[in-house]
């Protein structure tokens, strides 16, 4: 059986891939190339997919990995139904979210008002005070 998968090319830091149709049994690095059907940059983002010989493939029953599957949507390349394509309305889930910033109390800063009632308070108590002695 026939995989389509990204081969990594390029030095190191600025990796760069081809889609390779490889046999699916073995491993990556040392399955046999059937052939090369585009390449990948994922730094700028380009595509170029051979968009004829890659529909060859997979008519023929090449399975392409979930992320090729995605550079093959967006080249215009019709996929066939038994094609498990990716979920894209993933939701990603927070770990601990009660312990991030946003979502801790706020702090309200403290009103002058009230402090200087506070003063005023003890001034009267202490005139009363006076009065009764």
């Known amino acids: ?58 008519d023929n029953g090449a399975q392409p990995t979930s992320r090729v599957v995605k550079l093959l949507q967006d080249a215009g390349v019709k996929l066939p139904k038994w094609v498990s394509q990716p979920e894209t309305g993933k939701q990603k889930t927070v770990r601990h979210a009660e312990k991030l910033r946003k979502n801790q109390p706020k702090e309200e800063a403290p009103a002058e008002e009230p402090e200087a009632a506070a003063e005023e308070a003890p001034a009267e108590e202490t005139a009363e005070t006076t009065e009764e002695k």
């Open 1 to 58: 059986m026939l995989a389509i998968r990204l081969q990594r090319l390029g030095r190191k830091g600025y990796a760069t891939y081809r889609l390779a149709v490889q046999e699916s049994q073995r491993h990556p690095s040392s399955g046999r190339v059937v052939a090369y059907v585009g390449s990948y940059n994922p730094h700028t983002k380009a595509a170029h997919v051979q968009v004829e010989l890659a529909q060859k493939y997979l």
